[in-house]
């Protein structure tokens, strides 16, 4: 049995910062979910703010390696998905704000 949350992982994730518009990968919305099994490993799913992200490849490998740095997981998976498509909408308040969505 596995102790790790799903906000703990979250949490982990958040360090990841988007470069181009200076937010975490969570609160702009882009982590649809996280799965944590038995053994402790983690599959995060998430998209991107668009398909042709110059950014796609760090951004996925910055939110696998987030996952892996929280306490008790063993291994993170990430799959990028492209259904629902994220929007400003998606993201956290402060977000939708900052970038004029509000």
């Not at 969570?26 to 042709?52: F, H, Q």
């Not at 909408?89 to 402060?94: E, L």
Request: charged share 25%.
């Amino acid at each position: 049995m596995c102790n790790v949350t799903k906000e703990q992982v979250l949490d982990s994730i958040s360090t990841v910062i988007d470069p181009e518009v200076g937010f975490n990968m969570v609160e702009l919305g882009l982590i649809y979910g996280v799965d944590i099994d038995d053994d402790c490993n983690a599959k995060v799913t998430m998209t991107l703010s668009t398909r042709a992200c110059p950014m796609h490849q760090m951004l996925e490998q910055w939110v696998r390696e987030a996952a892996e740095r929280t306490e008790g997981i063993n291994e993170a998976t990430v799959e990028v998905v492209w259904e629902p498509a994220w929007n400003v909408t998606m993201a956290a308040d402060n977000v939708k704000q900052a970038l004029g969505a509000m």
